[in-house]
Structures are given as structure tokens and as C-alpha cells.
């Protein structure tokens, strides 16, 4: 192709690319693969032509945006779980202790019916179930379930039915927050059940010690998961001065950014519940002190830090963008 059809036939593109910048990352990356082409073609035909120079200082132009965006994606990061998601959930804090109070009621009903039953726990909890528990209580391990599986298969599988549980709770708050509800409600009568058949065995403070160890933070960040899945629901029956639509999606992305940041400690209570539960007789300070580190990060990172933030003056606008303090 003569070099002043190759002009012609591409002129208006890269006009387009150089008047009307953008900050896309899909458009940018689109417009740098096809200059990446051009620039090849240019090379191989009219390698000393101002064409080349050309479409080469544009291809670097976008290529300084890409990688000046991609050094800012650290600091994106850092204000997101700094600011930003302590804001958002200092937002709805009181959504969250309404959440609390709806597991923990649950977790009551569950436990009351359960001593009031002999057959609820089999109901809730499953025949299979009891009977090995009970089996390992008679052989002396009432904790061996945690010892039955490799610890690293153990880890991922856990890892990823928490991370699928806390996703499914999400998704039904779309159901106007009935569905999140219906799921709080299954897990509080479950978790409640459960923890009385321990009692009910005289193992109520062992069971604490060790399933407590990984479930302060998986407990917790279920508990935590049902409060995203309520942000999107309440966001469809209480639009405010919103269409229906776009509180849904207001909702639905703060909702999201706080399922996302549960999946770093649903990892860390798998991890504990493969590595460490097993280890039913651990020193008491040890697992008291995993027990109390667990419960100090939830308090103070859902509780005392969104305050904290708060009160150094960082703000969300009406879009979800973070507005930092006039000092900072």
C-alpha cells in the first residue's frame, strides 16, 4: 500500500484518537493494540517516514496513561480498604446492628427449640451428622470432623463454600431483602441448634474454644454478607428521590464492595478451621487468644474504625466517590 493511501485510509481514526482522549481502560487498550498495528506496518514500509514518528508518539501517549493508571491502582487499593469501604460501612452501621440483632435472635429461637426438642437438632442439623458427632463424643474426640480431610483440600473447599454462601446471601436481597432474610434466618436456627447439642453434651465451653476459633470470623462475616445483601434490597423498597433502577444499582455496588472485601477473612477463617481447629487441644491461651484477636479486628474495623474515619472529616459524595478532608 503507498504510504498516502495508508494515511488516508487511517487519518481519521487517529485524529479521533489524539482530539478525544479518554480514560476507558478497554477503550485505551483497544486504540493501543490497533497503533501497535499501524505502527508495525509503518515500520516495515516507511520505516524513516513522519507517519511512523507519528502513530510512535501516540502509541506512547496511551502507554504513559495505561501505566500512570496502573501505578495508581496500589493507592486505589489502600484508600478503598482505608476510607472509602470504613465510610460506606459507617453508612449503614445501623442496617449492620440490625442485621446482629436479627442472627442473634434466630441463634436464641434455634437454641430455645432445641432444648425444648429432642428431635429438632436431627431436623436441623441432619441424621448423618449427629450420629458421627455423637460416635466421636462416645470414642472420646467430639471435635474429630476437623480431622478427617488434608488441610490444604480442606482450606480451598471451605474457603470457596463460605465465599459461595456469603455471594448467594448477597444476590437474594434482590428479592427486596426477603431472600437475605430467609438465609440469616436458616443459618441463625442452625448455628443456634447446633451450638446447644454441645451444651446439652456437657462440651458447651470446649466447643467454644474450638470452633469459635474459626467462627468469630466466618460467623461474623456471614452475618456481614446478609447486611450487603440488605443494602441492595432496602435500596429497591426505599429508593428515596431515585428511580427504582438506579437505587438498585447504588445498592447493588455498595453491597458489592463489601461482599469483596469479606473475601480475604472468609480465606482466613478456612485457613484457621483446616489448620488450626483441628487441634482440639491446644493450650487454653493460645486458643483464647485467636478467639480474641478474631472478635477485636471485626469490632474494630466494622465498628470503631468507619467512626474513626468519620471523624477525621473523609466523606462520600453522592456518587460513592471518596472526598478527602480539606488538610489532607
Not at 467462627?215 to 428511580?243: Q, V, Y
Request: charged share 20%; hydrophobic share 50%.
Amino acid at each position: 500500500m503507498r504510504e498516502s493511501s495508508f494515511i488516508k485510509r487511517n487519518l481519521d481514526r487517529w485524529k479521533k484518537i489524539k482530539e478525544e482522549p479518554t480514560e476507558d481502560p478497554d477503550v485505551m487498550a483497544e486504540r493501543f493494540t490497533s497503533l501497535l498495528d499501524d505502527l508495525a506496518y509503518a515500520k516495515t514500509f516507511y520505516s524513516h517516514s513522519k507517519v511512523t514518528h507519528y502513530i510512535n508518539g501516540m502509541a506512547s501517549g496511551i502507554f504513559q496513561r495505561i501505566y500512570r493508571n496502573h501505578k495508581g491502582d496500589k493507592g486505589r487499593i489502600r484508600n478503598f480498604f482505608y476510607y472509602l469501604l470504613p465510610l460506606l460501612i459507617r453508612k449503614h452501621h445501623r442496617l449492620f446492628l440490625f442485621t446482629f440483632c436479627y442472627f442473634l435472635l434466630f441463634c436464641i429461637i434455634g437454641a430455645f427449640s432445641a432444648a425444648h426438642d429432642e428431635t429438632f437438632v436431627r431436623g436441623v442439623l441432619g441424621d448423618g451428622y449427629v450420629n458421627m458427632t455423637e460416635e466421636n463424643i462416645a470414642n472420646g474426640d467430639p471435635f474429630g470432623v476437623y480431622k478427617n480431610e488434608n488441610e490444604w483440600l480442606m482450606w480451598v473447599r471451605i474457603a470457596y463454600n463460605n465465599i459461595q454462601v456469603s455471594m448467594i446471601c448477597f444476590v437474594m436481597g434482590i428479592a427486596f431483602s426477603a431472600g437475605t432474610l430467609w438465609i440469616l434466618f436458616k443459618n441463625g436456627i442452625m448455628l443456634g441448634s447446633f451450638q446447644y447439642f454441645f451444651f446439652a453434651k456437657g462440651l458447651g465451653w470446649p466447643s467454644v474454644l474450638v470452633i469459635w476459633i474459626h467462627g468469630t470470623l466466618e460467623i461474623s462475616s456471614i452475618i456481614i454478607a446478609g447486611t450487603a445483601g440488605m443494602i441492595m434490597g432496602n435500596s429497591l423498597l426505599f429508593p428515596g428521590t431515585h428511580t427504582r433502577t438506579e437505587s438498585l444499582k447504588r445498592g447493588a455496588m455498595d453491597g458489592l464492595k463489601v461482599i469483596v472485601a469479606l473475601v480475604p477473612i472468609f480465606i482466613v477463617a478456612a485457613f484457621l478451621e483446616s489448620f488450626v481447629t483441628r487441634h482440639t487441644s491446644m493450650p487454653l491461651a493460645l486458643s483464647i487468644s485467636i478467639l480474641a484477636l478474631s472478635a477485636a479486628f471485626i469490632i474494630w474495623y466494622f465498628v470503631i474504625y468507619p467512626l474513626r474515619v468519620e471523624k477525621m472529616g473523609y466523606r462520600l459524595d453522592a456518587e460513592g466517590k471518596l472526598l478527602k478532608p480539606a488538610a489532607a
